[in-house]
């Protein structure tokens, strides 16, 4: 077993290919659909091609550190069929391994010690050395696992990546259009498969161009909750819940959340007004333009939607909060950004009304 090694997607793809998959992983960092490129790698070097693509039977099983018993989920990586390994241990919550009891500590320090029947994966959203920082356990299990990291592609490395993925889909994406892609919906990813997908069936196999973009923008096939998010950016708050109601019938509530809060949180980021994301690129012309820096009353209500945005997805995912109201959760969001907005507005005006007494 390789000792505190740290791999990249690409490394484990080739490390793979020479020995096959076993041991114990830990993929470490934000990246979640290059993870699941990396699982389907370990299932192929452990079904080979044809077992993986067609969903083996029992190949996978899942757990949750903390939910889940440490002899049930090491019994399971500990366990080999009557041919030797046949599945992958998934194990997400690596970052909660510090509230495990002591027993529970040792447990996993004596198994990750020896050989795996099974590939184990733990599995976090936070880096590696964000881990090792947590407590002693996290470093010690990091030490006697095969570290891959997932960081966050940068923008050129996103667009890349995209080029690549459209041309799966028989799209000959050109670069100028894969940049644009990234600048309008920034480097998650599982965003950007989302939308290269789509595009594929809207447009079909062949050369696709930013001509093509904005001809698809124009009609209205794409960019919709792009609007919506803009416009709620803009303060016009009627006009972004009147799109919300149709971006709710095109797209995961999720993945409408991420772009809210991305934009959202790079507009709070940008140095001297400068867009660092290129809204309205879709059409010809745009309306991204250079701004002028946001006042500081402007960056608390932004702030204050930044921080509703993360709490809902918190809420969500662990499930305080029911799937159905999703959208409608996410749609209180957006009320309470126009309330407090007008209520902002109502004092400047306020303020201004008084000052102008004083002078008279």
């Known amino acids: 077993m390789a000792q505190g090694r740290s791999l990249s997607l690409r490394d484990l793809e080739g490390r793979l290919k020479r020995q096959g ?33 067609t969903g083996a039977r029992y190949a996978l099983a899942t757990f949750r550190l903390g939910e889940h018993e440490a002899d049930e989920i090491l019994s399971a990586a500990m366990q080999t069929g009557l041919f030797g390994a046949e599945r992958v241990v998934w194990v997400d919550g690596l970052e909660r391994a510090g509230r495990l009891r002591p027993k529970e500590r040792e447990a996993w320090i004596r198994a990750l010690g020896r050989e795996t029947a099974n590939p184990l994966i733990l599995c976090s959203p936070e880096t590696a050395f964000e881990l090792r920082k947590r407590t002693k356990i996290h470093a010690e299990i990091l030490a006697r696992t095969t570290v891959v990291d997932f960081a966050r592609l940068e923008a050129p490395a996103a667009a890349a990546w995209l080029t690549r993925q459209a041309e799966r889909f028989g799209v000959r994406l050109s670069a100028p259009a894969a940049r644009r892609i990234v600048g309008h919906l920034g480097p998650d990813l599982m ?141 209180a969001v957006l009320v309470a950004h126009a309330a407090r907005a007008r209520g902002d507005r109502a004092g400047m005006e306020s303020d201004e009304g008084a000052r102008h007494g004083a002078s008279d």
């Open 191 to 331: 965003t950007l498969a989302q939308e290269v997908e789509k595009l594929s069936l809207l447009h079909g196999p062949g050369d696709l161009g930013v001509e093509d973009l904005r001809a698809m923008a124009r009609s209205g096939l794409i960019g919709g909750s792009w609007e919506c998010v803009e416009a709620a950016l803009q303060g016009k708050h009627v006009e972004a819940l009147q799109r919300l109601q149709s971006v709710r019938r095109e797209e995961s509530a999720f993945s409408f959340n991420w772009k809210l809060s991305y934009a959202a949180a790079n507009r709070l980021a940008e140095p001297g007004g400068a867009p660092a994301r290129g809204f309205g690129a879709w059409t010809a012309g745009g309306r991204g333009g250079g701004r002028s820096p946001l006042p500081p009353r402007a960056k608390n209500l932004l702030g204050r939607m930044l921080d509703e945005c993360y709490e809902w997805e918190r809420r969500m995912k662990s499930g305080r909060w029911p799937g159905a109201h999703d959208y409608t959760a996410l749609e």
């Open 21 to 53: 998959a076993s041991g114990a992983y830990a993929f470490c960092g934000p990246e979640g659909f290059l993870k699941q490129e990396a699982l389907q790698a370990l299932l192929r070097a452990l079904l080979g091609d044809e077992r993986a693509a």
